[in-house]
């Protein structure tokens, strides 16, 4: 189902759906053997979404490995890629944490749980950017578990592609102090100019200190193209296990401005890992047959920036 300007989602379709896909890829990480996080409100979340396909992957019911043959994007290889995805950033909320920020805004929260199970230090207020229908589930199905928050959580009920800044400042967020912000898997699902516009509205709210972390893919021009392509082929194949939602054309393609650029052009230092790099120091790898010149894994890296 091709996106629209004003289009809206729950967690079980659409947008919303790869929210949930990502929480199913968080619970996999937490049964790793060896495993990189501890989400114990992935599973949960997935299951009250209500997909019979990601709930029995999220339980264990279905093992991923039979699901798809698409070892470097596909669910067989989710619980590696959600760990170390899911460790970058939280280390990186950690990290500002410890620095003395105690403000976090995580945009696009989605089923994210961090407020609930990371350590914050006393003081620190997260707030959570979602459209209204996804942050009302979490926040209703989350104290149905009897989960409360270690952070102060104040979640702010706005599209990204609306006035999302002011609605953040009515929140309480205080733009002289300094912010940790994440666009976690976000930016594929901007236009390119909204990207832009998204970068610039977090620069406008962080004063030095700030801090940043993002995606950013590098390769080719019709890098999000290859990334839809598969999904497409990746999720034909969940289809032979009851898998019924529409999950293509959700990301917007075209030339876009590069993420690390773009931030030390205004005003942020920026740093980047690959995703080759963050395996490797978890004793992981690429699948072998990865080309780095033109795969969409290989051209992933995670950013860090810090604002001047």
């Known amino acids: 189902m091709a996106r629209t ?27 790793a053997p060896n495993p990189l996080i501890n989400d114990p409100f992935a599973e949960p ?21 039979e699901v798809d043959d698409n070892g470097d994007f596909g ?4 619980g590696d890629m959600m760990g170390i995805r899911t460790r970058f950033f939280d280390d990186f909320f950690m990290a500002a944490a410890d620095d003395g920020i105690r403000q976090a805004v995580i945009l696009a929260s989605g089923l994210d749980a961090r407020a609930y199970r990371l350590p914050w230090p006393a003081g620190t207020t997260v707030y959570e950017i979602d459209q209204a229908r996804v942050i009302d589930f979490k926040t209703t199905t989350l104290a149905g578990l009897g989960a409360s928050p270690i952070a102060e959580l104040r979640t702010v009920p706005v599209d990204l592609r609306h006035d ?8 309480g967020l205080d733009p002289t102090q300094p912010t940790a912000w994440s666009a976690e ?3 594929p699902f901007l236009p390119p100019d909204a990207q832009d516009r998204l970068l610039d509205n977090i620069t406008a709210l962080s004063p030095a200190g700030s801090r940043l972390a993002t995606e950013n893919l590098r390769g080719p021009s019709d890098a999000v193209q290859i990334m839809a392509d598969r999904m497409r082929d990746v ?32 005003g942020w230092a920026t740093s980047a890992r690959s995703v080759a790099s963050l395996l490797a ?28």
């Open 5 to 31: 300007d004003n289009d809206t989602w729950d967690l079980s379709n659409g947008v919303g759906a790869t929210a949930t896909g990502v929480a199913v890829g968080r619970a996999l990480a937490s049964r």
């Open 45 to 65: 979340l997935v299951r009250a979404v209500g997909v019979d396909f990601f709930t029995r992957l999220a339980s264990g019911e279905l093992d991923p490995a």
């Open 75 to 78: 669910m067989a290889r989710m």
């Open 164 to 171: 999302w800044p002011a609605a953040l400042r009515a929140a």
């Open 185 to 187: 898997g976000l930016l």
């Open 235 to 266: 999720t034909d194949q969940w289809r032979e296990h009851g898998f019924d939602i529409e999950m293509t054309d959700l990301w917007y393609t075209g030339e876009r401005n590069d993420v690390i650029e773009y931030l030390n052009g205004h």
């Open 281 to 308: 120091a978890q004793g992981l790898s690429l699948p072998p047959d990865a080309d780095e010149d033109t795969e969409t894994l290989s051209g992933l890296h995670y950013v860090t920036a810090k604002r001047a």
